[in-house]
């Protein structure tokens, strides 16, 4: 075992029912225990994040605490064995940074069993561009795939495009030969995400709230990342025996929709959790986004801040106005 490491951490604290975060030091003794300690060299920003750090406690009930879902760094302990002292890992997932202290601290304690080993060719610093969003994205296009989805079926439609995961997806799907049809509630980011390989960019009015309970079917697939009343709007559009992978709620937790695209027209309403999958399942992810689904143009636009710039940048995230991945470098 190390010694008392001192380290810096950006911890949010309750103060007279406001939550409020800075920078503090502290020690891998305040650490909760765990069978492997890390170096975090990097982190990455998403809007679990940000609920955490607003005090949400459907995130994370106690404060103080640190948020941050994803971390990468090396191995500085390890009880287990495996990973082993030195090695470079990815954590993602689980409960880091919702109950467990996370990546916006400089040193995280977690159980063997989160810890994925950095993907060949992977710095901490590109794995958390992708973070979550990417693996997220992944897994949103691995069960579409699954499904059976092919470039010659028609337009897949990416809803909230310009975020990190939809950012993502449209570049992956592009890659493979798809059709994109890029949604997005920020007119300025259109030429961004035909850059990325959107072939047409569309208002979110393309997911107007219709009373009608089919539509005109448009897409043959579909990734939605923003869940409530444009998703059940996307439902309507998909042709039949299409596909739509759904992995957020940015836009509600509530889907009110029929079940006739279902019963009419087959359609697949396919849920992705990227919390609580298997080891294996997420690094099957992560080596194809190391290697044959590798996103540069998401790569290069990625941003990086440092513990002072958290605040301003979670608080974005909450009022709808982030694009794009942020990434949290330690060194900064």
Not at 41 to 68: E, I, Q, W
Not at 119 to 129: D, F, H, L, Q, V
Not at 206 to 219: G, Q, R, T
Request: net charge negative; with cysteine.
């Amino acid at each position: 075992m190390t010694s008392e490491i001192q380290f810096k951490a950006w911890r949010v604290e309750e103060q007279d029912g406001d939550y409020k975060g800075a920078e503090q030091t502290l020690g891998t003794t305040d650490l909760p225990a765990g069978e492997v300690l890390i170096k975090v060299s990097h982190s990455s920003l998403n809007y679990k994040d940000a609920l955490s750090a607003s005090g949400n406690k459907g995130v994370t009930r106690s404060f103080p605490h640190t948020p941050g879902i994803d971390a990468a760094g090396e191995v500085v302990e390890s009880a287990t064995g495996t990973p082993e002292v030195g090695s470079p890992v990815v954590v993602t997932g689980y409960d880091l940074g919702m109950g467990t202290d996370g990546g916006f601290g400089e040193y995280i304690r977690v159980p063997a069993a989160w810890c994925v080993p950095m993907p060949a060719g992977w710095e901490a610093k590109t794995a958390m561009i992708y973070g979550t969003a990417g693996l997220t994205a992944g897994l949103c296009v691995q069960k579409l795939l699954t499904m059976g989805a092919k470039p010659e079926q028609g337009k897949v439609a990416v809803s909230g495009a310009s975020g990190a995961v939809g950012s993502v997806a449209v570049e992956l799907l592009a890659k493979l030969g798809f059709d994109v049809v890029a949604i997005s509630g920020k007119a300025d980011h259109a030429e961004g995400l035909k850059e990325l390989g959107a072939t047409e960019v569309v208002g979110r009015d393309a997911l107007a709230e219709d009373k009608k309970p089919m539509l005109k079917p448009v897409f043959a697939n579909g990734v939605d990342t923003v869940g409530g009343s444009p998703l059940a709007e996307l439902l309507k559009q998909i042709k039949p025996g299409g596909s739509v992978s759904c992995c957020g709620l940015v836009a509600g937790p509530q889907l009110q929709t029929t079940v006739l695209p279902f019963i009419l027209r087959g359609v697949n309403l396919l849920g992705v959790d990227s919390v609580e999958i298997s080891l294996p399942e997420k690094e099957a992810v992560w080596i194809k986004l190391a290697g044959d689904w590798k996103c540069p143009k998401a790569e290069a636009s990625a941003k990086r801040i440092g513990r002072a710039d958290l605040d301003g940048a979670l608080k974005a995230f909450l009022k709808g106005e982030s694009a794009g991945k942020i990434v949290l470098d330690h060194a900064i």
